[in-house]
């Protein structure tokens, strides 16, 4: 049984569960522009998805037994550098693995044909994709013209997921 309250229109009545929902579901409808046919017409076509997960210790262990060479093979300057502005810099590192590996497969290929340093995750605001080298050469022959990326961690694991996008023609 629900309990005594005013609906959405202001009338006094019984509300439970399903009225309320019903009712919102009605306003809901009420605000929503009808349209026919497509969206928008600049709408961006999706080319790849990826989506990746990293293990945040077996990270840190990798920057502790040799963090130059882990660096100089994952990472570019700039990586590097914004995941050490923090006490553990293994999370915002393991984000970044993820992320790039997340790229590579939304690009459609792995790390045996793209260098990880060709593919940068920024920090600092709202994640950036940049590509240089053989993965900028791969978003162009596939017609990708941008990346949008969402990152997630915690203290044991990140997570990403990647949408390469294209024109919409």
């Known amino acids: 049984m629900g ?8 009338q006094r009545r019984v509300l439970d569960r399903s009225t309320m929902m019903s009712d919102c579901c009605d306003v809901m409808a009420e605000r929503r522009p009808r349209r026919a046919g497509p969206l928008r017409s600049d709408a961006m076509e ?3 998805l990826g989506v990746d997960l990293a293990d945040v210790a077996r990270v840190r ?3 502790t037994k040799n963090p130059e060479a882990f660096r100089q093979r994952c990472f570019t300057d700039s990586e ?3 995941a050490h502005q923090f006490a553990d ?3 915002r590192l393991a984000a970044r693995f993820a992320g790039k590996e997340a790229v590579m ?3 459609f290929t792995g790390w045996r044909r793209i260098p990880w340093v060709d593919i940068e995750i ?3 605001g709202p994640p950036r994709v940049n590509l240089y080298g053989k993965a900028r050469q791969r978003a162009d022959m596939l017609g990708v013209v941008d990346i949008k990326l969402t990152i997630t961690h915690t203290k044991d694991t990140a997570m990403v997921f990647v949408i390469s996008q294209g024109d919409h023609e």
């Open 46 to 48: 999706i080319i790849g």
């Open 89 to 91: 810099p293994s999370e």
């Open 122 to 124: 920024t920090g600092g």
């Open 3 to 10: 309990a005594m309250g005013k609906d959405l229109t202001g």
């Open 105 to 107: 497969k939304s690009l």
């Open 61 to 63: 262990k990798l920057v």
């Open 80 to 82: 590097w550098d914004y």
